[in-house]
Nanobody
């Protein structure tokens, strides 16, 4: 069974940076995995889970408005990982960040699987 495992979360001061990483553990079909869309969502306390960024099979990134210019998503098909570099963080970025693998070449909203999440806390 494949599991997505996030890492890199933590506590950071406003204006700081963090890089999240998501790795697929377990037996995985690498050819299929490279054709999937990868992405990140987040959920702040008392709020619904929201889209942050995604990257397609063709390495096309899409960002939520709040992430543009501050976050960068990347994928490594050799390692089957997806990273999210976050800079100029502010307290509103505090949330649990979830990695998702969608079984689709360019649509993160498609059916897929989720990681367990990693906490990001930004202090003022």
């Amino acid at each position: 069974q494949v599991q997505l495992v996030e890492s890199g979360g933590g506590l950071v001061k406003a204006g700081g940076s963090l890089t999240l990483s998501c790795t697929a553990n377990g037996k995985i079909d690498g050819i299929s995995a490279r054709s999937h869309t990868l992405g990140w969502y987040r959920q702040a306390p008392g709020k619904q889970r929201e889209f942050v960024a995604s990257i397609s099979k063709g390495f096309r990134p899409i960002y939520a408005d709040f992430a543009k210019g501050r976050f960068t998503i990347s994928r490594d098909n050799a390692k089957l990982t997806v990273d999210l570099e976050m800079s100029r963080l502010n307290p509103e970025d505090t949330a649990i960040y979830y990695c998702k693998r969608a079984y689709n070449e360019d649509d993160i909203a498609a059916v897929g699987e989720w990681g367990q999440g990693t906490q990001v806390t930004v202090s003022s």
